[in-house]
């Protein structure tokens, strides 16, 4: 994520006590976000399934092929965080797709191509961040350096990661890993714990951690939109199950 060396950071009292009052809680996920109003999304939901301005296909509340919103979401109407640029590959992401991407999008000087190159070239190889259980973040080298001034995050399915992270062409960045956030996505996958973060989580988390642990600034939701849809498609889910179970647990009385 960056080419500095990673920086291990302590937190203050204050800085940790915004850590465990963030948007998102273990009890209450999703609850508490400061997010702009999803009136448009309920009035979408309403409609239902609606046209894809480009590609024509139905769907609804946004096309998953082109990402843009369908025709019944204005996009106008959609709060926009200008922090975060995503590089999904066409279908899933492969290590070609993120190689491309990253010499597209870092400058040269700071990422090498792995052409001609010999792994000891690459200056901090497989560095590594961890955010602990208590809020900090550490490693054996500390600095002062701790702003990042770009951060890749990389949009694949599990099993891919680890053939990822392992490949030599990315073993230039700082890694992080974000061990005490707890997934609230809706697709459960076996096998795989709770801290498997979707890709909109580990970026919010990424942000709403490293706002408040290593710039030590008070979080005001700035990042919260993020979730706009997130939260919405969350709650929309979490209702629909309960909805089937309330109905399956009548049809088992009146039996």
Known sequence: MSLNPPIFFKEDKDSKKELQNTSLTKEEPLQNLCLASQEVLQKAQQSGRAKCLKCGGSRMFYCYTCYVPVETVPIEQIPVVKIVLVFPGPNSVSVEDISLHLHKHIPSNALDSNKNDSSDKLPNKRQKMEVEENGDAEDGNKRDGNLLKKV????????????????????????????????????????????????????YYFLVDYHTAVLKEKYKGQYDNLMFFYSFMYQLIKNAKSSSGKQQENSAINL
Do not use: M, Y
């Open 152 to 203: 890749v995050f990389i949009d694949s399915t599990w099993n891919q990661t680890h053939k990822i992270i392992t490949d030599e062409r990315l073993q230039g960045l700082l890694q992080v890993e974000l061990k005490t956030r707890k997934t609230c996505f809706w697709r459960h996958q076996k096998g795989k714990p709770d801290t498997f973060l979707s890709t909109i989580e580990a970026i």
